[in-house]
C-alpha cells in the first residue's frame, strides 16, 4: 500500500514539474566592489516568483556597467543562452536598466527573448513583454521603447551638464586636479565637486560617478566620506 502511494506522489510531482512555469532572473549592478551587490533584486523578483507560482530555474547576477555593448556583458550572454535552449517562460528583471542604459541593446535582447517566446517581466513598472498568447504586447513595446530613450537622454543630460559645469569653472579660472600644495576649504570642494554629490546623492554608484564627471574613482569615494556620508 505504501508503495502504491510513493509511487502515486511520484506520477503527481512529475506532472506538477512538467506544469512548472519556469522562469529565469537577471540582475544587474554596475560597481564590481563590495559596495553594491544584487541581493536585493534578487530578494524582490523571487518573492514575485512565488506568489505567481513559478519555478525559478536559474538566477544570472551581473557587475558591469548598464552602458557595455551586449557582446561585452558575458552573463547578460549566457542568460539569453539559457532562456533560449531551456524552454524558459518568462525572464525576470527589477527594472529595464538592468538590461541596459542603450536602447539598441536592450531592442536586441528583447528581440533574441521573444524570439524564442521568452517573456520579459519588468517588475517596477509591473509589465510583461509578451501577450498570453505569445505575441508582443504593443503597450509593452511603446514603453519600454520609450523608458530606454529616456534612460538614454538622461545619461546624455548629465554628461553635457558635467562638461559645462568644468567649462565654467576653467573659465573663471579654476584648475581642474589637485594643484602641488594646494589646500581647499570645504566651500570650494563642494564648487568644485558639485556635480558629484549630486550624482551621488540621486543614488548613482561611486564607478558610473567616475565615468559620468571623469575624475577618479578615489576621488568620488573621498568626495562621498566628506559630503554624503560623513
Known amino acids: ?20 512555469t519556469k522562469a529565469v532572473i537577471y540582475a ?6 563590495d559596495r553594491q551587490d544584487t541581493a536585493r533584486q534578487v530578494n524582490d523578483l523571487k518573492r514575485f516568483a512565488l506568489s505567481q ?9 551581473e557587475h558591469i556597467s548598464g552602458a557595455k555593448k551586449l557582446e561585452e556583458r ?12 531551456n524552454s524558459v517562460n518568462y525572464l525576470l528583471i527589477s527594472e529595464l536598466s538592468r ?6 541593446q536592450v531592442l536586441r535582447s528583447l528581440e533574441i527573448l521573444h524570439e524564442a517566446k521568452v517573456c520579459v517581466y519588468i517588475q517596477n513598472i ?7 498568447d505569445g505575441t508582443v ?10 523608458l530606454a530613450e529616456m534612460s538614454n537622454i538622461e545619461r546624455g543630460n548629465i554628461q553635457y551638464r ?14 581642474l586636479g589637485r594643484r602641488k600644495g594646494s589646500i581647499k576649504t570645504a566651500e570650494q570642494k563642494k564648487e568644485e565637486y558639485k556635480e558629484v554629490i549630486s550624482l551621488l546623492k540621486r543614488g548613482y554608484s561611486i564607478r558610473n560617478v567616475a565615468k559620468l564627471t571623469g575624475f577618479s574613482i578615489q576621488t568620488v569615494q573621498t568626495v562621498k566620506n566628506q559630503f554624503v556620508n560623513p
Open 28 to 33: 544587474r549592478v554596475s560597481s564590481q566592489n
Open 99 to 104: 538590461l541596459g542604459r542603450s536602447t539598441l
Open 126 to 132: 509591473g509589465l510583461y513583454s509578451l501577450q498570453p
Open 53 to 61: 507560482e513559478m519555478e525559478i530555474v536559474e538566477t544570472f547576477e
Open 1 to 20: 500500500m505504501n508503495a502504491l502511494i510513493d509511487i502515486q506522489q511520484i506520477i503527481f510531482d512529475l506532472i506538477m514539474n512538467t506544469n512548472n
Open 74 to 85: 558575458e552573463i547578460l550572454t549566457q542568460c539569453l543562452e539559457y532562456c533560449k535552449n
Open 162 to 175: 558635467l562638461n559645462s559645469g568644468r567649462q565654467q569653472y576653467i573659465n573663471r579660472g579654476g584648475k
Open 137 to 146: 504586447n504593443p503597450v509593452a513595446s511603446i514603453m519600454i521603447t520609450i
